[in-house]
């Protein structure tokens, strides 16, 4: 049997970071199994469902590398189809057709509130003749759901889940206006996809009963139904806007790399020991869903930072300097050529301090800044009068001296100066770091200064002395 996984996003909005998780767990588990991802755009909400959003799933999906197997289904255009089978089971008395009016059904639920019984529909048209159905109302179309027995979901996250039928009220199928339900075109869709496990949130559990129902009542075989649990904030609670941002376009805004957040999300609800950096060709080998936890996982922003800081250390120097060029770009700092191998020179550097792309952005502002550079509060105070006058002597020391402009010998060069001046290093190389950078923090300063080379650093230092 060849695995087929599918992920089927409502395009009502962004991807979700939950639903990029239950994607990513359905390429890994067709990964793993060498089989086939597929991905369904369940657009049958049309008033919701909006092309923006469309575009959005298939943008963040693309950033994530989940790419499916196959073209994107759109279940909107199976609607001939899920009405098909609708039909087909009318014919074979395994569905009816239902002309409850709004009111009747509105006086059943009260009806069940009052007794304090189950909220569903009570079969009022299951064997009743049609003859009788009024005129001018059309009906919906309802499967009739076993009233005796029980259903039971062998599934592959939760385990063994029974319900009773006689909890299982007959559903609709087809509205009044002929258009299909959604618990009916999915059933449809995957039987028609060959999907062979369903991957979901453990929110679809209750589904998952009714349209069972559904695929037996067509002689079809059951997928594997494996349901997830939910991603919950940190206080507990399901995760919600209050708790941050919900879409995966926002993660990659603040500067998060794919990679860390397929291995963070790959660790909300699934363990391997006690591996937290797991690289994608290892999540192929390793997922299955054995390992999948039953208990909500807890969404931990310090913890996808601390990953992501990971993987900007393994990123590609140059590859860094065009994630973060429109960034700069933003900050009104060009990136020309000459900045751009600027900053290859100082990536190195840089990217050992950084946690996202914002923060590299920020932290490298002041190797493609204008001059005069810009000092921030902490730089400016370390500039007073002592500082100003060895920074002179510095200066001319260095005019004199010409040390070669290479790490070694520039910070040699510079305890040199600093033990001519009678001073600690510090009360040195603290105002210099100021004077070239406008920072209190950066990476090296003699490494900045390799960085910034000999025409740059004089001029800097020309800025601040006059």
Known sequence: MTVITRFAPSPTGFLHIGGARTALFNWLYARHHGGQFLLRIEDTDRQRSTDAAIDAIFDGLDWLGLHADQKPVFQFDRRVRHAEVAHQLLAE????RCWCT?????????????????IRYDGTWRDRDPSEAPAG?????????????????????????VVQNAELDDMVLLRADGTPTYMLSVVVDDHDMGVTHVIRGDD????????????????????VFAHIPLIHGPDGAKLSKRHGALGVDAYRDMGCLPEAVRNYLLRLGWAHGDDEIISTEQAIQWFDLDA????????DMDKLTALNAHYLRLRDDGELVDLIAPRLDAMGLAVDAAAQAR??????????????????????AFYVASRPIPMDEKAAKLLDVDAFQR??????????????????????HARSVAESLGVGFGKLAQP?????????????LFEVMAVLGKAEVEGRLADVLG
């Open 432 to 444: 210099l770091r100021a004077a070239l950078t406008g920072r209190g923090v950066s990476p090296g």
């Open 343 to 364: 900053l290859r020179q100082g990536m190195a550097g840089l990217k050992q301090r950084a946690r996202k792309l914002d923060d590299l952005a920020e932290s490298a």
């Open 93 to 96: 008395g395994k569905a009816y």
């Open 102 to 118: 709004q009111d009747e059904l509105v006086a059943m639920r009260e009806k069940a509130r009052a007794e304090k019984k189950p």
């Open 137 to 161: 109302l059309d009906p919906v179309v309802r499967i009739k759901m076993p009233q005796t027995g029980e259903t039971v979901i062998e599934d592959a996250v939760q385990g063994r889940v």
């Open 204 to 223: 679809h559990l209750n589904n998952a009963f009714r349209q069972a129902q559904v695929f037996l009542a067509m002689g079809w075989d059951l997928p």
């Open 292 to 299: 999948v936890g039953r208990s909500p996982a807890r969404f």
């Open 391 to 412: 920074l002179r002597v510095y200066r001319d020391r260095l005019r004199a001296d010409a040390p070669p402009f290479e790490e070694a010998a520039l910070e040699a």
